[in-house]
């Protein structure tokens, strides 16, 4: 397998800025300003037209990748949940109807607010589900759970948790 992503590509945006100010000093007419608006605007549909299309995106999979799918996954994923967890910036609201993936502890109340509640209980909320990811993306990708020796003891239920959470909170997985 090998996989190559360059950085995301950000729309560029035109400053009309120049034409309303040539506007205002009556350098040029009302006509030309909607002209020039609508060429400048074109001018950069077709410049991020193609500024989006040089964001380079190579995959290539072979044919053994796909034995064994999940661990190759997982050791894609796990670093990925790990810088995502290290770069702590944000965290999604979960409120109380997400309450059954939390312990005790982490529970919130029906009538919780999280634009005027705390903020500490949602990062410590989503710090717990990233923690349960990470540890069943772990486990999976060091392959401790297919070793028969008595060292390696592996809670397959929070394994299996982790993974429910990557599935079921997998459109927050973004920074």
Not at 23 to 44: P, S
Not at 113 to 142: K, T, V
Request: charged share 30%; hydrophobic share 40%.
């Amino acid at each position: 397998m090998k996989i190559f992503i360059s950085n995301y590509r950000h729309f560029i945006s035109p400053s009309y800025k120049f034409i309303d100010k040539l506007h205002q000093e009556e350098k040029i007419n009302e006509n030309i300003k909607n002209k020039l608006d609508k060429f400048v605007t074109k001018l950069f549909d077709l410049i991020n037209k193609i500024w989006k299309k040089l964001r380079i995106e190579y995959i290539h999979v072979d044919k053994w990748d796909v034995h064994s799918m999940d661990i190759t996954l997982a050791k894609i994923i796990h670093p990925m949940l790990l810088e995502l967890q290290k770069q702590d910036v944000n965290y999604p609201i979960l409120g109380s109807e997400h309450n059954d993936c939390f312990p005790e502890k982490l529970q919130v109340q029906t009538d919780f607010d999280p634009e005027f509640d705390d903020d500490e209980i949602m990062i410590l909320r989503w710090n717990y589900l990233l923690e349960e990811m990470i540890y069943a993306f772990g486990i999976i990708s060091s392959e401790v759970q297919y070793n028969d020796t008595e060292m390696y003891t592996v809670d397959s239920e929070r394994v299996q948790k982790g993974l429910q959470y990557f599935g079921r909170f997998y459109n927050s997985l973004w920074n």
